[in-house]
C-alpha cells in the first residue's frame, strides 16, 4: 500500500481536539506569518474552523485582514488539513511574549515516525518546523503503540 503524500495528516494526528490543532497552528504560525509578525500577534482560539487572533491596535487588524488569505494558503501549506477555514482579528493587549522557540531534540525519540509521516514530513519546507512535527508525531504515535522494549518486558500500563 502507497501512501506518497497524506495532505490529511496533520488533521489526523492534532485534529480529533480543537486544543491539540491550536497548539500545532500555533507552532505552524511563525512560518505562515514570519517571525516579526508572529510577535505582535497572539493565537487565542480555535472554534470550528475559525482561528481567533489577537492584535494590539487596529491598524494591525486591519493589515492582517488584508493579509488573511496569504495566511490561510501558507497555513494549509504547513499544517494541510488542519488548517482553520477562516481567521478572526480581536483587539486586546498582549499578555506576553511569545515564548522563545522550542530547541529541536538532538535525541530522536525512541521509537520513529512511521515511514507515511517522514514522506509527508518531508514537504515541509522548514527544516526545525519539520523536525518538530516529526519528533511530536512520533512521541503521539508511541501513546498508543503496545509496549515495546523500552522499558523491559510487562511494564507499566495506563
Do not use: C, N
Request: proline share 11%.
Amino acid at each position: 500500500m502507497d501512501r506518497s503524500r497524506d495532505p490529511d495528516l496533520a488533521a489526523r494526528l492534532f485534529g480529533d481536539r480543537p486544543e491539540h490543532t491550536l497548539a500545532l497552528l500555533r507552532a505552524a504560525w511563525p512560518v505562515a506569518v514570519g517571525p516579526e509578525l508572529a510577535q505582535r500577534t497572539e493565537l487565542v482560539a480555535l472554534d470550528r474552523g475559525l482561528l481567533r487572533v489577537k492584535v494590539k491596535d487596529a491598524r494591525w487588524q486591519g493589515t492582517l485582514l488584508r493579509m488573511r488569505f496569504d495566511i490561510l494558503s501558507r497555513l494549509r501549506g504547513v499544517a494541510a488539513g488542519a488548517a482553520p477555514r477562516a481567521l478572526g482579528f480581536v483587539v486586546g493587549p498582549m499578555v506576553a511574549p511569545p515564548d522563545p522557540p522550542v530547541a529541536v531534540p538532538t535525541a530522536g525519540p525512541s521509537a520513529p515516525a512511521p515511514p507515511a509521516v517522514v514522506e509527508a514530513a518531508a514537504a515541509m519546507p522548514d527544516p526545525e518546523v519539520r523536525a518538530l512535527f516529526l519528533a511530536a508525531a512520533a512521541r503521539y504515535l508511541a501513546r498508543f503503540a503496545p509496549a515495546q522494549a523500552s522499558g523491559g518486558a510487562g511494564s507499566e500500563t495506563g
